[in-house]
Structures are given as structure tokens and as C-alpha cells.
T-cell receptor
Framework: AQSVAQPEDQVNVAEGNPLTVKCTYS??????LFWYVQYPNRGLQFLLK??????LVKGSYGFEAEFNKSQTSFHLKKPSALVSDSALYFC?????????????FGKGTTLSVSS | GAVVSQHPSRVICKSGTSVKIECRSL??????MFWYRQFPKQSLMLMAT?????????EQGVEKDKFLINHASLTLSTLTVTSAHPEDSSFYIC??????????????FGPGTRLTVL
């Protein structure tokens, strides 16, 4: 069975500081990993994804994520946080070889960036 | 490209009525669509997988007679909440997957529908 864990309900950082939102996953095969952001009463916005290749993936709005196979992690990072980054962040996974299956989401992490 | 729309964006209904939510892939064909449900400040929980021309596959604990799914074309799936009750109030999000069996095909998400049952 596939699963995603986001161990932190909330992450607080000051504007200008680096941020990390943690995610670990479990899949039986090769992982197809995603990060999405959600603003209040809005749908999901795609940030980035990892399929294969370079372990450091760069995405939208200056975000990046590092795939670590040995630790089964896919942490989201940004070198310098903005107040406008405050939102709900979801990590999601599916088995890359199971093309017809849905993404499974973590519980979400609320990022709060203070000015 | 790869835009998914949902209609309506918000709906308020009385308890006991039925509500239909549409999910459309606007610029691509989707043989598979997924329906998720999200409670406030919680994650997206997969409700069902909708395949064009066949019956939907429901996740454990989701009542198929209450949440009717119809995927009649390659661009449209509908979710009907029958005899809605206040506990059905939630944010319903659909996603559509590009047609074809490629493992690279990702899901594209709609903007969500806020259902409030009074």
C-alpha cells in the first residue's frame, strides 16, 4: 500500500529565512512524487514533481525538493521564505508503474511565514 | 494546457436534496478521473476512481449509492451526492488523468466545489 507522511502539522519561519517542509513516503515500486500548495478555499496548485533523474527538483515560485531514496524522503525547500508562501502544502505519491492509480496525499503542513 | 474545471464552485442545499457536481477536462481527454473529498484543514481523501464507460471504483468506506459517479464521456465526470445531509458538507475536488496508459501521465486537479448542506 502507498502512503505519505508529513510529520509536521505546522512550520513557522521568518521571512527571508530558509524553509523546509518534510515528507516521507512508502510505495511498493518506484515513486512518482509531487508537491502541491493550497490557498484557503482554493484548489491545488502544482509546485513540482519527481519521476527520475536528478535528485534535486526545481519547481514553481522558487521551491525545490530533494529526493532521497535511502531515507524515502522528498522534503520541500526554499532558500528564502516570503510571507506570500504562507499556505497549506501537500506531498503526494503514487507508484510510477501503476499508471491508472490515484495520487495518495499526506495530511498537509501549514506553512506560516512571519514578516 | 491541461485545465480541469468544476461546476458549480459553491453550492448550498437543503438536507435531503441531491446535488450534482461536474468535472470537465477542457483541453484534453481523460479516460480516468478521480474524486477526492477534503474536510477543513485536512488532507484530500480519495473517494473513487471514475473510468470512462465503466462503473466507478469506490474506496473502502465510501457509499456508492450515496455518491453516484458517472463518467459518460472522455471529458466529463459527474458526482451526485444523493439525499445530502449536513455531514456531507465538504470540499470536493476532482482530478483528471491524460488518456493513455503512460506511467508519466499525471493528474490535473480542478478548483474544487464547496458543498454546504443546511
Amino acid at each position: 500500500a502507498q502512503s505519505v507522511a508529513q510529520p509536521e502539522d505546522q512550520v513557522n519561519v521568518a521571512e527571508g529565512n530558509p524553509l523546509t517542509v518534510k515528507c516521507t513516503y512508502s510505495v511498493s515500486g518506484n515513486p512518482y512524487l509531487f508537491w502541491y500548495v493550497q490557498y484557503p478555499n482554493r484548489g491545488l496548485q502544482f509546485l513540482l514533481k519527481y519521476i527520475t533523474g536528478d535528485n534535486l527538483v526545481k519547481g514553481s515560485y522558487g521551491f525545490e525538493a530533494e529526493f532521497n531514496k535511502s531515507q524515502t524522503s522528498f522534503h520541500l525547500k526554499k532558500p528564502s521564505a516570503l510571507v506570500s508562501d504562507s499556505a497549506l502544502y501537500f506531498c503526494a505519491v503514487r507508484d510510477f508503474n501503476q499508471a491508472g492509480t490515484a495520487l495518495i496525499f499526506g495530511k498537509g503542513t501549514t506553512l506560516s511565514v512571519s514578516s | 494546457g491541461a485545465v480541469v474545471s468544476q461546476h458549480p464552485s459553491r453550492v448550498i442545499c437543503k438536507s435531503g436534496t441531491s446535488v450534482k457536481i461536474e468535472c470537465r477536462s477542457l483541453d484534453f481527454q481523460a479516460t480516468t478521473m478521480f474524486w477526492y473529498r477534503q474536510f477543513p484543514k485536512q488532507s484530500l481523501m480519495l473517494m473513487a476512481t471514475s473510468n470512462e464507460g465503466s462503473k466507478a471504483t469506490y474506496e473502502q468506506g465510501v457509499e456508492k449509492d450515496k455518491f453516484l459517479i458517472n463518467h459518460a464521456s472522455l471529458t466529463l465526470s459527474t458526482l451526485t451526492v444523493t439525499s445530502a445531509h449536513p455531514e456531507d458538507s465538504s470540499f470536493y475536488i476532482c482530478s483528471a488523468k491524460l488518456a493513455g496508459g503512460s506511467s508519466y501521465n499525471e493528474q490535473f486537479f480542478g478548483p474544487g466545489t464547496r458543498l454546504t448542506v443546511l
